[in-house]
């Protein structure tokens, strides 16, 4: 029988040599594969939220008064004009000052010096100067507003003009707390009422964002509503404030 033939081994050296150039580590005899790492959990899912809007009001009856009102002259000349303007502010502020009105609520809030004219014949003509200044007075006794209104008047003569009154509140952060408190309570109620509709428990609330509604607003009162006589009454009426707000809570 002819004897067989067999190939030589390859060297361990040189098999590993090959493993290291494909870029494969010989594992050791009896080592097992690792298993790959399972994928990472589904987060949790979102719990399910109502979404509801509130809305608050409060009122109160206002305790200072704010007038608008000014002199206005026309003359011949500008000097004249200015001339005339500044005796008939200072006579109004000095009726006012006498009625109660602080220096500091005194405020002039316009000053104006302008021509007038006249269309003659299809041309303008310059007949004058009008001068004004308008000033706002805060009366803080309210019950005096009507006396300090025509105490003015008849101090400024025919210059006088009145441009309205306003009443308000000094602080208004009592009012605003107020109608915070009822638009929560209102968006609560709601909150609620939609959980039981769902059968689901309310939860704890999310957020809370309150909508910029500009706070209390002054009450105006137009010139016309204003008497001519009998220390010029006024009625004050009510402030109120409105609050809207948006809250979101988690029904468990």
Known sequence: MPPRSYAPARPLATALLALAALGVGAAPAGA?????????????????????????????????????????????????????????ARALLA??????VAERDARTVGLSLSAVYKDEDGAS????????QSFSLTVRDLPATGRVLQAAMDAAGDAGRVDGVAFDVADKRGLRAEARAAAHDDARAKAEQYAQLTGRPLGR????????????RPLAVPVEALAKDQGVPVAPGEIEDQ??????YELD
């Open 205 to 216: 609330l999310v957020s809370l964002s309150e909508s910029d509604g500009g706070g209390p």
């Open 32 to 88: 097992v594969a690792p298993v790959a790492e399972a994928p990472a959990a589904v987060s949790a899912r979102q719990p399910a939220t109502v979404t509801v809007t509130g809305t608050g009001s409060a009122s109160a009856a206002p305790d200072l008064a704010v007038i608008s009102m000014g002199v206005e002259v026309t003359a011949p000349t500008a000097k004249k004009a200015l001339a005339g303007q500044n005796t008939a």
């Open 95 to 100: 009726a006012a000052r006498e009625q109660g």
């Open 243 to 248: 609050v809207t707000l948006t809250a979101v």
């Open 125 to 132: 003509k310059l007949t004058g100067y009008r001068a004004s």
